[in-house]
């Protein structure tokens, strides 16, 4: 229950980051309003819940291809298929939140919708060359590992769990994961948002302007 909850929470916040970002893209600086976005992300959320159930069966699928894997030709068919399955939904399921979210689609319109964008390579980048998945782990792996080093010297040099440098440094450790939680969450969906905006400009246009067509701003820096 805490652990769907806590998904629950993740995909609301997306939501909402999505819907805030698609209008500071499209309409123009401080044109989105959170109340907006919000009744977007509730009107949406039986859709997003299905991406969740999908997302998860997904992953487990590839991870049980990649266990049950022989040796030989058969073992290489079976991690190449699991790897398939990985990348496709790596694409696949960061586009589709911005398609339920912000054309109010139901999932499998969803589906079909980042289907198209991936099938008609509207955007001239892939998912991971960037790197925001890397970067946002490599963060959140320096902050916690800051942590575990503060409380392993306080271990060390015997000073008690109810000592006031304890505390304060707890407090702050912790105040930090959850600012570098909601970093995270931001910046991969402001980073997704920027690419389906990207792809929905670049399907307007005949396939020889497509070349012309520059990513938002934020993507573009």
Not at 107 to 126: C, E, P, T, V
Request: charged share 10%.
């Amino acid at each position: 229950a805490i652990l769907s909850l806590w998904w629950l929470t993740n995909r609301f916040l997306e939501g909402v980051t999505t819907a805030l970002v698609y209008s500071h893209l499209t309409e123009g600086a401080g044109s989105g309003k959170f109340s907006t976005a919000c009744a977007a992300v509730f009107s949406s959320l039986p859709a997003i819940i299905i991406l969740g159930i999908v997302t998860l069966i997904a992953k487990r699928l590839a991870r049980f291809m990649r266990d049950k894997r022989g040796t030989g030709i058969f073992g290489m068919g079976i991690n190449f298929l699991s790897g398939i399955v990985e990348v496709f939904w790596t694409m696949a399921g960061h586009l589709i939140l911005p398609a339920i979210v912000i054309e109010g689609t139901s999932f499998w319109g969803a589906l079909k919708r980042s289907d198209r964008i991936g099938q008609g390579n509207l955007i001239a980048i892939g998912v991971g060359e960037i790197g925001i998945d890397t970067i946002n782990r490599l963060v959140m792996f320096a902050v916690c590992s800051g942590g575990i080093a503060g409380f392993g010297a306080a271990f060390y040099n015997h000073i008690p769990a109810t000592a006031p440098i304890v505390m304060i440094g707890g407090s702050l450790w912790a105040m930090t994961v959850i600012v570098t939680t909601a970093m995270s969450i931001y910046i991969r969906s402001a980073f997704y948002t920027c690419l389906y905006v990207w792809a929905i400009e670049a399907e307007a246009l005949s396939e020889a302007d497509r070349i012309n067509c520059q990513p938002p701003g934020p993507l573009a820096a």
